[in-house]
């Protein structure tokens, strides 16, 4: 008798585990906590450039913009980073107005050195303005067409690790240059990832947290398909689009058995959206799971005055709070009227300080959760053929039009 079959039953936590093992073998983001910063530090030195401006799309930018937006106000930061990532040209127009082209440094990223969105920027760009190896650098895999330009030109190139994927690049060149350039401190950055990373490698309080959310994620993907991170800081909104590129390339895939698969992020920020998706969140289809994120200490004592309002009296109670404080009180009454209802999973990310590893340990612990999914789904977490597929419609337009 001969028997062959494709169940796939719920893996265990143990087989799981040994699975990321394997993985962390030829999956190269999870190896980005232990790299050598130092070539990047020295480069940074050598820039005196004051308006830095990255040229990217997706994963060449969004990581990076989330680190900055959270950070750029609590630094003393000298340099500014800009990022043109879109072809929209009000856009590219509007943020051109505001840079001096003549003495800006442009960083180009695209992975494969072909990126239609970013090419297109960059071109029009050198329309503008002289490049050359004194205003630009390069980040792109080493064997890329882009790659190839840059040696012809003699300009400095940074390598992105063929076995690091743009979503998952944040850590790499792609984040910590520019990072470094403006003032970051990249080291504290990889100290926080660092953090996270060992403690679930070594089955610590992160390997625990992670898996039993990812699990819970995955056994309940039918009833509870949304996933919301509500953000309660407007410096996390980097972060929240970050989150939706991560969770959606990675996850909307089709498995092993041909079922579709996928789970839905939204990014949301408090308390500005308390009036608004609050409301569908308490009242609305129990479709959802939300992630409140935190942020502990904000390091900064803005206080509501003792203004007295004629007619508005009522509110006097709100006299010397710190802005910081009644934030935290938003997010924490948000929490209790949803743990309340009894019936709409929710957990909460306490950062605890607006500071590099605080950001970089949240965006790693992301994307351990996001490789822990795809195990759990039997997807590849890796690739992105709907994307692909995009790309390929696009290119033969352009050929019709010859």
Known sequence: MRYKDNYNPTISDEVLFDEILKEKEHIGYYNL???????????????????????GIGGSTLG???????????????????????????????????????????????????????????????????IDKNNTVIITENDSKLNH?????????FEIPKNVGGRFSVFSAVGLLPLAVVGIDIDALLRGAKRVSD??????????????KARFFVEYK??????????????????????????????????INTTRQGLTPIGIIGPVDQHSFLQLIIEGKRDKTVTVVKVDDFDKNLKIPTVHLEGLEELEYLHGVEFSTLINMQADATIEAINDLGDIPCDVITLESVSE???????????????????????????????????????????QKK
């Open 33 to 55: 906590v232990n790299q050598d910063t130092s070539h990047f530090k020295e480069y940074a030195k050598s820039v005196q450039h004051k308006d830095i401006v990255v040229i």
């Open 64 to 130: 990076t913009y989330a680190i900055y937006k959270f950070l750029k106000h609590s630094k003393n930061l000298e340099k500014k980073l800009y990022f043109l990532e879109t072809t929209d040209p009000i856009d590219i127009e509007s943020k051109l107005n505001g840079i001096d082209l003549e003495t800006a440094l442009f960083i180009v990223i695209s992975k494969s050195g072909t990126t239609i969105e970013t090419l297109s920027i960059f071109k029009y760009i050198h329309s503008l303005v002289k």
């Open 149 to 157: 330009y840059a040696k012809i030109n003699d300009i400095q190139t």
């Open 199 to 212: 403690s679930f490698f070594s089955k610590g309080e992160e390997y625990k947290n992670i898996l039993k």
């Open 222 to 255: 039918n009833r509870f398909n949304i996933n919301v991170v509500f953000s309660y800081s407007a410096r996390l909104e980097g972060f929240n689009k970050w989150y939706i590129q991560l969770w959606g390339e990675s996850l909307g895939k089709v498995d």
């Open 357 to 399: 590893e605080s950001i970089s340990s949240l965006m790693y612990g992301y994307e351990l959760l996001t490789s822990v999914c795809g195990k759990f789904m039997y997807i590849d977490t890796y690739n992105q053929p709907g994307v692909e597929s995009g790309k390929i419609i696009l290119k033969k337009k352009f050929e």
